[in-house]
C-alpha cells in the first residue's frame, strides 16, 4: 500500500503531556496538510507544507502545537501540555502540487488522541 | 471565504441514482468545486472536481448549473459502501484565502438502505 500513513493510529495521553504524531506523505508528493477533526464535524485545517517549507497555520495552531517536515519527506506533529479540547482525529493529507492550482489530497487515516 | 450550504443527511435506496446538492451563491470566477467523501473511520477521499463545465469520472458525475451558484454531485448507482458524509468544497485558484488548504463544511450525511 502505497498510501498515506499516520503512526501511531491511536493515542491516549494524560493532561499535560507532550504527544508526537508522524506522517509519511505519499512518495513524490510535494505538500503536506494537517487537519484536526472533532466528533460530528468537518475536518479543520491546521497546517500545511510545500516541501520542508512551512506555508500556512491555522490561528486553531496554539503555540502549544509545532508541525515539522524535515527534508521534505515525513512529517511530525507535536503537541505540548496537552488538555482535553486536545482529543481529536488528526488527519494527514498529501498532494503533488504542480502548474495547476487544483492539487488532489489524499488523506491517511488518521490518529485519534484521547487526553484524559 | 467562499462557503457552501449542503443538507444535513439525504437517503437512498441501493442501485437508485443519489443526487446531492451543493449552494454556493457567492462563488468566485477561480474558484473551483471540489467534492470529497468520509466514509466511517476513514479520512476524507477525493471524488471529483470542476470548474464551469459537467464532469464525469469513474465515481461520480458533477453537473455544475450554469451560473455556478450550485452544483449537484450524482451517484448514478448507490451501492452499501457509498454510505459517507459528502462534502462539498470550494478551493480558489488565484490564491485567495482558500489556495492550498482544504475548508469543510457539515456536509450531508448519505444513508444508503439495502
Known amino acids: 500500500d502505497t498510501g498515506v500513513s499516520q503512526d501511531p493510529r491511536h493515542k491516549i495521553t494524560k493532561r499535560g503531556q507532550n504527544v508526537t504524531f508522524r506522517c509519511d506523505p505519499i512518495?513524490?508528493?510535494?505538500?503536506l496538510y494537517w487537519y484536526r477533526q472533532t466528533l460530528g464535524q468537518g475536518p479543520e485545517f491546521l497546517t500545511y507544507f510545500q516541501n520542508e517549507a512551512q506555508l500556512e497555520k491555522s490561528r486553531l495552531l496554539s503555540d502549544r502545537f509545532s508541525a515539522e517536515r524535515p527534508k521534505g519527506s515525513f512529517s511530525t506533529l507535536e503537541i505540548q501540555r496537552t488538555e482535553q479540547g486536545d482529543s481529536a482525529m488528526y488527519l494527514c493529507a498529501s498532494s503533488f502540487q504542480g502548474l495547476e492550482n487544483t492539487d488532489t489530497q489524499y488523506f491517511g487515516p488518521g490518529t485519534r488522541l484521547t487526553v484524559l | 471565504d467562499a462557503k457552501t450550504t449542503q443538507p444535513n443527511s439525504m437517503e437512498s435506496n441501493e442501485e437508485e441514482p443519489v443526487h446531492l446538492p451543493c449552494n454556493h451563491s457567492t462563488i468566485s470566477g477561480t474558484d473551483y468545486i471540489h467534492w470529497y467523501r468520509q466514509l466511517p473511520s476513514q479520512g476524507p477521499e477525493y471524488v471529483i472536481h470542476?470548474?464551469?463545465s459537467n464532469v464525469n469520472n469513474r465515481m461520480a458525475s458533477l453537473a455544475i448549473a450554469e451560473d455556478r451558484k450550485s452544483s449537484t454531485l450524482i451517484l448514478h448507482r448507490a451501492t452499501l459502501r457509498d454510505a459517507a458524509v459528502y462534502y462539498c468544497?470550494?478551493?480558489?485558484?488565484?490564491?485567495?484565502?482558500?489556495?492550498?488548504?482544504?475548508?469543510f463544511g457539515q456536509g450531508t450525511i448519505l444513508t444508503v438502505h439495502p
Open positions: 470542476g470548474l464551469t
Open positions: 512518495s513524490e508528493h510535494n505538500r
Open positions: 468544497i470550494l478551493r480558489d485558484v488565484a490564491g485567495g484565502t482558500s489556495y492550498g488548504k482544504l475548508t
